[in-house]
């Protein structure tokens, strides 16, 4: 049975810097892609990037590049999606997603991020 | 970079009828096309893949064609359960990309 858990829910200051973690289980991060997806609130998902099963090459959205970094345990089997330099524009429910027969097709439960002064 | 738009926005129908959901890219990028349903405050789950090819456990009444720059997402008898945003995705060698999503409301 494939899971994502999510670690939970962040508030933090401008200009600090977020690790978000996902524990996969019932897949192996090292057969499968795994994507990592925002949604603002009232708007749509936005995918951000993505971390290849083999090598663990990363791949940015060109808006987050600099700002953002997808990184992978393959020991305890889990991902992490770090970003900095938060603004309020960054106050959304950051998603990990999991690519195993195709597109996104296995999700975490998501995790709130609020940026805040 | 890839812009899908979908419409219309906002689609109110009643249960039992047929919902047709647009997806329209500018240019042909890919035929690997999926469409997602979202409800409030869950993620999103991913329903057609491949353009046409229904993932697991989803029931036969989704179903999606096209190719090129023009898809679309057909609920053949829309259920109580099947309410909610729809949204279109698209891959390419250097990213994905969402559409802006049609609302299917209750009218």
């Known amino acids: 049975q494939v899971q994502l858990l999510q670690s939970g829910a962040e508030v933090k200051k401008p200009g600090a810097s977020v690790k978000v973690s996902c524990k996969v289980s019932?897949?192996?991060?090292?057969?499968?892609?795994m994507h990592w997806v925002r949604q603002a609130p009232g708007q749509g998902p936005e995918w951000m990037g993505w971390?290849?099963?083999?090598?663990?090459?990363?791949n940015y959205a060109q808006k987050f590049q600099g700002r953002v970094s997808l990184t992978r345990d393959t020991s305890t089997n889990t991902a992490y999606m770090e970003l900095s330099r938060l603004t309020s524009d960054d106050t959304a429910v950051y998603y990990c997603?999991?690519?195993?027969?195709?597109?996104?097709?296995?999700w975490g439960q998501g995790t709130l991020v609020t940026v805040t002064s | 970079e890839i812009v899908l738009t979908q419409s219309p926005a906002t689609l109110s129908l009643s249960p039992g009828e047929r919902a047709t959901l647009y997806c329209r890219t500018r240019?042909?990028?890919?035929?690997?096309l999926a469409w997602y349903q979202q409800k409030p405050g869950q993620a999103p789950r991913l329903l057609i893949y491949?353009?046409?090819t229904r993932a697991p456990g989803i029931p036969p009444r989704f179903s999606g064609s096209g190719s090129g720059t023009d898809f679309t997402l057909t609920i053949s008898s829309l259920e109580p359960e099947d309410f909610a945003i729809y949204y279109c995705?698209?891959?390419?060698?250097?990213?994905?990309?969402f559409g802006q999503g049609t609302r299917v409301e209750i009218k």
């Open positions: 997603a999991g690519e195993v027969i195709s597109d996104l097709d296995y």
């Open positions: 019932g897949f192996s991060l090292t057969g499968y892609y």
């Open positions: 971390i290849t099963p083999n090598s663990g090459d990363t």
């Open positions: 240019q042909t990028f890919s035929s690997y």
């Open positions: 491949d353009a046409s």
């Open positions: 995705q698209q891959r390419t060698s250097w990213g994905i990309t």
